[in-house]
């Protein structure tokens, strides 16, 4: 905060000010809306609205972050609580709130140790496929509340405002932002405006559900909302401590991979910087307010964030006055907000998270590689069949194993000699020269113990492609590290290949790397010098028909 607040000048106080009050009014159904789908009530999305930003906004390094309550994290946090116990009890809300410092405590702690480089082991396919099957699972679940009971059982009354509430919030997403620009409205203007049309439609089941009486009717409203501030609190559960670790480390996860995903779309927009530590540093403070006042996990929302953006927020004080202006509203009389109707809370969900039903990786998944289109798949069919908690570790394998398979086999190729030049490149790509007693192989990956058995297998393979080759040249140009398992396994090849009359090299060794391999018993034990160059090793390794090394260049 320190940072921003010293860099502050007048002229940004009216674009943070204005994007203050478009997301508070994007926020109080937003937040309603998610705190049903946490199981909690609707006051509860509120809560966890006003202290969390403040608290980002000291640590956190992205000027426009919207941090609240989120469409995957709720429905997170309600699949955690739902078996420990009854939705809307005293003890719900007690364990949403502990679940968050849970979350916060974990962040911190990854914060403090450095630790932000671990999102970069959540592949994107695999972070696709559980957002659109955490959106079908939220849009599932909301199916009851929008219809006022189980499909096709359902309220006529609750059914025609829900519905309708989706067609009018379709509309405005397809066509109230081109209907507002030919009215005069700028395209700016315009698309902030229409980012708003859900509290619009809150607005408008309001004043439906006052004049028609819709609760007599049978339509359920939002029911009483407490007036005034939460109070801070540190209302804990000792006997759910074990319970909510695991799940916490789960969600705290999400929560950084949401929030950084969202974060690094609008800094890449003002080439502002982020520092993924600040980042679990300040949403994790940001959890462990909304512990202290009565809220659940929260985390970065990409679209209210771009709302933020596009509304003109400059640095943190937009979110603040956001803040400002929600706990405003919880001090000023709520009884309006009692007149809410659940089908249209439910439409607003509904909606929002259809929007994130992306299928664009999975289409270039498929075509460009099919394992990540896989992972795609796996991840989705996770969250829908197994549930969240378990399409989150599905993922989180997945992302892991992918990377190992990669790893644990290496692309190696044979190379050859480009006529003419000093240049060598893969004979399956190229028309290259190979000669018949020096086999060239290029390893394009590090040697490590998980791939070092894959190596040894391609090199016998060619070995034996190749009978009437004396001398082994491995090209080292990619290998930018070998660990002590590949030092011995190169040891084991040398001595093998000589017991069979033939002599191996490397070439083009990596400076790091030949400093390391100095220190070992590895070079004495090489029939030749280590070769600066391909061409170099060529040159000196290939005979000519009078038996004499020739000239290869």
């Given amino acids: 905060m320190l ?40 006051v509860a999305g509120i809560y966890a609205s006003i202290l969390p930003p403040i608290v980002y906004a000291l640590f956190g390094s992205s000027m426009t972050q919207s941090v609240g309550p989120m469409a995957i994290v709720s429905l997170m946090t309600g699949a955690v609580l739902a078996p420990l116990a009854p ?79 989706v067609i009018a919030l379709f509309a405005a997403r397809r066509y109230l932002e081109p209907l507002l620009q030919r009215c005069g409205m700028p395209a700016h203007a315009a698309g902030v405006a229409a980012k708003l049309a859900p509290m619009l439609v809150v607005l408008g089941g309001l004043a439906l559900a006052s004049l028609l009486q819709l609760q007599e009717q049978g339509v359920k409203l939002a029911g009483d909302v407490p007036s005034g501030l939460p109070q801070l609190n540190l209302a804990l559960s000792h006997a759910h401590w074990r319970a909510l670790l695991q799940p916490g480390l789960l969600i705290g996860f999400v929560i950084f991979l949401m929030s950084m995903s969202a974060a690094q779309a609008l800094a890449q927009k003002r080439n502002e910087k982020l520092v993924s530590n600040h980042e679990l540093i300040g949403l994790g403070a940001a959890n462990v ?40 509203a919880l001090v000023a009389p709520t009884g309006w907000l009692a007149l809410l109707p659940l089908p249209v809370l439910a439409a607003t969900i509904i909606v929002a998270v259809l929007g994130m039903l992306e299928l664009g990786t999975l289409k270039t998944a498929w075509r460009y590689d099919r394992g ?141 790397v030949l400093d390391r391999l100095r220190e070992s018993d590895l070079p004495a034990q090489l029939a030749g010098p280590i070769f600066l160059s391909t061409a170099m090793a060529a040159q000196k390794l290939h005979k000519g028909r009078d038996g004499e090394y020739a000239e290869y260049i």
């Fill in 87 to 165: 939705g809307g009890s005293g003890l719900y809300s007690v364990l949403a709130a502990q679940l968050a410092l849970v979350c916060g405590i974990v962040l911190l702690v990854c914060g403090l140790l450095r630790l932000g480089f671990l999102a970069n082991f959540f592949s994107r396919p695999v972070m696709s496929g559980f957002t659109v099957g955490c959106a079908l699972a939220i849009a599932a679940g909301q199916v009851k509340p929008l219809l006022g009971a189980s499909f096709p059982h359902w309220h006529a009354p609750s059914a025609m405002l829900g519905i309708g509430a």
């Fill in 289 to 328: 307010a909304a512990m202290m006042s009565g809220g659940f996990p929260v985390t970065g929302s990409l679209s209210r964030s771009a709302v933020n953006f596009a509304a003109g927020a400059q640095t943190p004080l937009a979110s603040i006055i956001t803040a400002v202006l929600l706990a405003g």
């Fill in 372 to 512: 990540d289109a896989a992972a795609w798949i796996v991840t989705c069919g996770g969250v829908l069949v197994l549930g969240v908690e378990a399409g989150v570790v599905v993922g989180v394998l997945l992302s892991m194993g992918t990377l190992i398979w990669r790893a644990s086999r290496p692309h190696i190729a044979v190379l050859g000699r480009i006529a003419g030049t000093e240049h060598f490149r893969n004979i399956d790509r190229y028309p290259a020269e190979t000669q018949p007693d020096v086999l060239l192989l290029r390893v394009d990956a590090n040697l490590f113990f998980g791939n070092v058995e894959a190596v040894g297998e391609r090199i016998e393979e060619e070995v034996r492609s190749h009978p009437t080759a004396q001398h082994l040249v491995l090209v080292m140009t990619a290998v930018s590290s070998i660990d002590t398992s590949a030092l011995f396994a190169l040891g084991e090849w040398n001595a093998s290949l000589k017991r069979r009359g033939i002599a191996l090299h490397l070439a083009e060794v990596k400076g790091p």
């Fill in 3 to 42: 940072h921003w607040l010293k860099h502050y000048r007048r002229a940004m106080l009216a674009g943070d000010i204005g994007a203050g009050i478009v997301v508070a009014m994007m926020l109080i159904p937003q937040g309603m809306a998610y705190a049903l789908v946490a199981g909690l009530p609707p």
